[in-house]
T-cell receptor, first 116, second 114 residues
Framework: DTGVSQDPRHKITKRGQNVTFRCDPI?????LYWYRQTLGQGPEFLTY????????KSRLLSDRFSAERPKGSFSTLEIQRTEQGDSAMYLC??????????????FGPGTRLTVL | DAKTTQPPSMDCAEGRAANLPCNHS???????VYWYRQIHSQGPQYIIHGLKNNETNEMASLIITEDRKSSTLILPHATLRDTAVYYCIVRATLNTGTASKLTFGTGTRLQVTL
């Protein structure tokens, strides 16, 4: 059983550097979500893809953040010119195609980013 | 999405039932109640969800009051591995035109002890 995978699991970078994270969803899941979680808080929604289309972005997703899902499979989240406030756990989730009115999101293990 | 209220922490003895409450008094008719948990330094794990009726799966039971303004997650025989933060989330249906993202609060930290 292959769940959602994320790479890297940990990233330490210096302020001002660019970083990119990858998420591989569960096979054939057409919806993919990115969340961010800071210490002591619950995850916060960042953005959402249905297949390759980015359909929603949170106000948390500043201009320094960009996400892609070029072929509707894996996704990348890039942060440019990192700031110390970007230090957080970045979580990816995917959910399957459904004809119903709700679905279930399955989360990956997350990428922990530390900006020095 | 409706706001939920959960106690910040609870303790439970191993082998006993853990009953985690959640208030969602402003829930609307097209919103589901979802429960996730997060073990330290891991991604959230789906537990169960429901709309009106009580639900049970291999992990837990979900009891939703008739007026849907509150719910209780029941772990029938808690073990040490159930120590985690439990999140109660109210979520709109997919046909509302939004991503139906999950809006997490700060959850309940459940500590299972020997």
């Amino acid at each position: 059983d292959t769940g959602v995978s994320q790479d890297p699991r940990h990233k330490i970078t210096k302020r001002g550097q660019n970083v990119t994270f990858r998420c591989d969803p569960i096979s054939e899941h057409n919806r993919l979500y990115w969340y961010r979680q800071t210490l002591g808080q619950g995850p916060e929604f960042l953005t959402y893809f249905q297949n390759e289309a980015q359909l929603e972005k949170s106000r948390l997703l500043s201009d320094r953040f960009s996400a892609e899902r070029p072929k509707g499979s894996f996704s990348t989240l890039e942060i440019q010119r990192t700031e110390q406030g970007d230090s957080a756990m970045y979580l990816c989730a995917s959910s399957p195609r459904t004809s119903g009115v709700t679905d279930t999101q399955y989360f990956g293990p997350g990428t922990r980013l530390t900006v020095l | 999405d409706a706001k939920t209220t959960q106690p910040p922490s609870m303790d439970c003895a191993e082998g006993r039932a853990a009953n985690l409450p959640c208030n969602h008094s402003t829930i609307s008719g097209n919103e589901y109640v979802y429960w996730y948990r997060q073990i330290h330094s891991q991604g959230p794990q789906y537990i169960i969800h429901g709309l009106k009726n009580n639900e049970t799966n291999e992990m837990a039971s979900l009891i939703i009051t008739e007026d849907r303004k509150s719910s209780t997650l029941i772990l029938p025989h808690a073990t040490l591995r159930d120590t985690a933060v439990y999140y109660c989330i109210v979520r709109a249906t997919l046909n509302t035109g939004t991503a139906s993202k999950l809006t997490f609060g700060t959850g309940t930290r459940l500590q299972v002890t020997l």
